[in-house]
Nanobody, 117 residues
Framework: QVQLVESGGGLVQPGGSLRLSCAAS????????MGWYRQAPGKQRELVAV???????NTDASVKGRFTISRDDAQNTVYLQMSSLKPEDTAVYFC???????????WGQGTQVTVSS
């Protein structure tokens, strides 16, 4: 069973930056997709950005140009560099992974990002 552990959340002022990290453990084979979703209070969980095993990314329009996703396959880690943060970016950010072997999906426990002055 793959385990995902996020880190890097916190409180930041508007216009600031944060970097989220997610390390996967107990990985058998490789992870086809790694990425990030977020859920704000009272809203559904939504895609932020994902990156495939070949480096192809899919980034939501609301964060494109401000957020950059990357992955380190040697470390089974995915990163989300967030810049020019806005109050509407406030949410719990969840790490996501899909296994290449059987396409099983995994979620992290979430990390809170709060953008406020």
């Amino acid at each position: 069973q793959v385990q995902l552990v996020e880190s890097g959340g916190g409180l930041v002022q508007p216009g600031g930056s944060l970097r989220l990290s997610c390390a996967a453990s107990r990985v058998s084979g490789s992870l086809l997709i790694m990425g990030w979703y977020r859920q704000a209070p009272g809203k559904q969980r939504e895609l932020v950005a994902v990156v495939g095993i070949g480096g192809v990314t899919n980034t939501d329009a609301s964060v494109k140009g401000r957020f950059t996703i990357s992955r380190d396959d040697a470390q089974n880690t995915v990163y989300l560099q967030m810049s020019s943060l806005k109050p509407e970016d406030t949410a719990v950010y969840f790490c996501y992974a899909r296994a290449r072997f059987d396409l099983s999906e995994y979620w992290g426990q979430g990390t809170q990002v709060t953008v406020s002055s």
